[in-house]
């Protein structure tokens, strides 16, 4: 039985990645630090006392930036394949909160990666990377060999990871693979993020239960898909001869503006938007009740501007391709919240 360890299996990408490694017969160990011991709502369908009892899933403590920690639990479950995915993951709270940003996403995976080397587990290892990393691009759409230019510290802090990964990698011989994960959401996406955000609204809307939804930048664009579909990605890219980068993404990219419309339209809700273009106040029902505002609070210093990825590299190496769009998500994640 292959043995997987995963960090960050309480959040979104980590619930999900367990489902599949499960499902294909691993066991799987997650890391869990002391304040998330009871924020666990994500795999608790997993917890089971099978689960449990077969040693399929099992639970450790631990700490991202205790080197010590990993030194241990990498002796304890000398696993084949290791998914970095624990950090900050909120671009926008990473202005407020920079330091540990850049501690988590930074610091974190170079401790992680010196217990690999100095251990000599032999394991290999998926980095948690952004399209972040590319921040300001001059091409459309971006690849594995853009160059690197983020605009926050979220960003930053994820381009030393995946650089470090490379070091490592070419130095070392650690087997790392950096996943450059475009913005891929699901009904399991924080409340604190943008799509889910919305689509909580827009629940509450149909329901008759509304209270205004307030947003920032309308015209900001992401190329936004299903987290479900893009674990299976970070799978396949340790199941290959040789480690790489490799671009996670659907290709398209969609504004803020038009994810809200889809998410409004698979409610069944009537809405017309204040204002032309760009200069919306937000956005009415058709009995003229706002229900999403314009805030500027909400916009950040800084925004990466039109970020949307090439897959093509996944696609011939490995033969992964994302299946749903952006206004099918916005579907999918209106009708999770209507349950």
């Not at 850049?102 to 394991?123: P, S, V």
């Not at 971006?142 to 490592?168: C, F, H, S």
């Not at 994960?181 to 509304?210: C, D, L, W």
Request: with cysteine; charged share 20%; net charge neutral.
């Amino acid at each position: 039985m292959k043995k997987a360890f995963i960090t960050g299996i309480t959040g979104q990408d980590g619930s999900y990645l367990a489902e599949l490694l499960l499902a294909k017969g691993y066991a799987v160990h997650g890391l869990v630090r002391r304040a998330s011991a009871y924020n666990r709502s994500r795999i608790d369908h997993l917890r089971t006392d099978e689960n449990a009892q077969s040693g399929r899933l099992v639970l450790h403590y631990g700490e991202l930036n205790d080197l010590t920690s990993f030194h241990r639990l990498l002796h304890k479950i000398d696993p084949q394949e290791v998914y970095h995915l624990a950090g900050q993951s909120h671009v926008g709270l990473s202005f407020e909160l920079p330091e540990v940003t850049c501690l988590e996403n930074g610091m974190a995976t170079l401790h992680l990666l010196e217990a690999m080397k100095e251990m000599k587990t032999g394991a290999r290892l998926y980095l948690a990377a952004s399209s972040e990393i590319f921040g300001a691009p001059k091409q459309q759409p971006q690849d594995e060999a853009t160059p690197l230019q983020p605009t926050n510290p979220y960003g930053a802090a994820k381009t030393l990871a995946v650089n470090l990964g490379r070091i490592y990698r070419e130095s070392h011989g650690l087997f790392v693979s950096n996943g450059i994960a475009y913005n891929h959401e699901s009904p399991r996406r924080g409340e604190n993020f943008v799509t889910r955000k919305i689509t909580m609204g827009v629940a509450r809307v149909a329901q008759g239960s509304a209270q205004v939804i307030a947003l920032g930048n309308l015209d900001g664009r992401r190329d936004w898909g299903y987290a479900a579909e893009y674990v299976e990605g970070m799978w396949r890219m340790l199941q290959t001869d040789v480690s790489d980068d490799f671009v996670l993404a659907t290709g398209v990219s969609t504004t803020v503006r038009d994810f809200a419309r889809a998410a409004f339209s698979a409610a069944d809700v009537a809405i017309e938007f204040e204002g032309e273009g760009g200069d919306e106040k937000g956005i009415r029902q058709d009995n003229g009740k706002v229900v999403l505002a314009v805030s500027p609070k909400f916009y950040r210093p800084v925004d990466a501007k039109h970020l949307r990825g090439d897959a093509t590299k996944a696609k011939q190496q490995l033969g992964w391709t994302a299946k749903t769009s952006a206004t099918a998500l916005a579907a999918l994640m209106v009708q999770a919240e209507q349950v």
